[in-house]
Each structure stands twice: as C-alpha cells, then as structure tokens.
C-alpha cells in the first residue's frame, strides 16, 4: 500500500533556530500534500496545503513566514519552523493525496521540543 | 463550513466489550466520511470510509453507517480487544472543503483485559 515517510520522528531544537521535517511519498506521486499541527489530547488542525511546483495555501491565523513549506517534486514536501519558540513545541503530522485519486496517506508524525 | 462533532472521551472498556463512539457532522452537499485511528506516538491510518448515504463502512470488527437523515456516522465493534487502544478521529472531505479533510477532535479508547 502507499506509504508516507516523515522525518524526523522526534526533534528538541534550541529556541531560536530553525528545524526542517521532510514528508516523502515513497511509492506513489503526490501533487497534494497537508501539513496538520496537533496539541496534546486535541484534534489535528490543519496549518497549509501544498501543491507542486506552487506557493502553499495557509490556513487563517497560521504564519506563513513562521512555517515555511516547500513541495518542490511530487515525492516530498517539507516543512521548516523558523526561530522556533517553546510554544511551537507539538506533534506535527503531514499527509499526501496521491495524484488524481481521493486517496490519503499520512505520515507517521514528528514531535518537535523547543527548549 | 464544515464540522464534525464526536463523543467526549475518553471511553474505558473491557475487553470483548461493544463499542460505540458517536460522530455527527455539519456540511453542505454530499460528503465522504472517514473513521481513523492513532496509536501512541504514530500517525494516523484510515480505519474505514463510507462515500455515500447508507454506506457501510468495515474493517477489522470496526463498522459505520452513512446516515445522511441523522448527520451521523458511529462508529462500532462488537467486542473489542486490548489492542484496539488508540484515538479514533472521525472525518469528512466534501461539501465546502475543497478537499481538506476536517476532524472530530478525537475520542480516547482504553480497553482493558
């Protein structure tokens, strides 16, 4: 079956510097792909959608300048919280629609600690 | 704009108990509902789907039913077992969401032996 491939699983950055998560899509194409945000005993919320070869769509109250994706080929998309701050700490989760179906796979998650 | 509301968690039960998590929706059109489930520290796997009124959905003892009069889509077991702990999320894509799924915020199962 499809399989999406996050990394990394788990990361602890200092406050202030800049970590990046990968999301692959390792035996399919994705030209969609979701990056969620989820707080501990809470749903998943949406942050942005990205499409290949385009700027992402952020969702409202999200920062764009604060969370930067990129989705730079139908394989893998990645996410880089900038100047991260301990309220940034939070399992973050990304999910891939297999191009031309209703087909979506997610990620395994990463849980990122700022200290 | 869409929504789904479930059950408040979290559900403790015994095992070979039956389960019930109830979600309902709000959404324009016609849209798919899906149940998944989060085990400890991973991501989320799509458990089951239904893609139209009076669908059922199934998959490993787990079984939900598009009810478009209710707005619902129950989740159930008949008897579940210890390792059917995790957080169950129901979901919709459709209607207004041009494709984003949006969640329920999650119910808690523990089963105990």
């Known amino acids: 079956g499809a399989v999406v491939s996050q990394h990394p699983s788990r990361v602890i950055c200092k406050s202030g510097t800049s970590v990046k998560i990968e999301c692959r899509s390792l035996?399919?194409?994705?030209?969609?792909m979701f990056w969620y945000r989820q707080f501990p005993k809470k749903s998943l919320m949406l942050m942005a959608t990205?499409?290949?070869?385009?700027?992402?769509?952020?969702e409202q109250g999200v920062e764009k300048d604060k969370f930067l994706i990129n989705h730079a080929s139908l394989t893998l998309s990645t996410l880089t919280v900038t100047s991260a701050h301990p309220e940034d700490s939070s399992f973050y989760i990304c999910?891939?629609?297999?191009?031309?179906?209703?087909?979506?796979?997610f990620g395994s998650g990463t849980r990122l600690t700022v200290v | 704009g869409n929504s789904v509301t479930q059950m408040e968690g979290p559900v403790t039960l015994s095992e070979e108990a039956f389960l019930t998590i109830n979600c309902t929706y709000t959404?324009?059109?016609?849209?798919?509902l899906f149940w998944y489930v989060q085990y400890p520290g991973e991501g989320l796997q799509l458990l089951l789907k239904?893609?139209?009124?009076?669908d059922k959905g199934s998959n490993k003892g787990f079984e939900a039913t598009y009810r478009k009069e209710t707005t619902s889509f129950h989740l159930e077991k008949g008897s579940v077992q210890v390792s059917d702990s995790a957080v169950y999320f129901c979901?919709?894509?459709?209607?207004?969401?041009?494709?984003?799924?949006?969640f329920g915020q999650g119910t808690i199962l523990t089963v105990h032996p």
């Open positions: 239904a893609t139209k009124a009076d």
């Open positions: 999910s891939a629609r297999e191009t031309g179906t209703e087909s979506y796979t």
């Open positions: 959404a324009t059109g016609y849209p798919s």
């Open positions: 990205s499409n290949e070869g385009s700027k992402a769509t952020y």
């Open positions: 979901a919709l894509r459709g209607g207004t969401s041009y494709g984003k799924l949006t």
């Open positions: 035996d399919f194409q994705a030209t969609t």
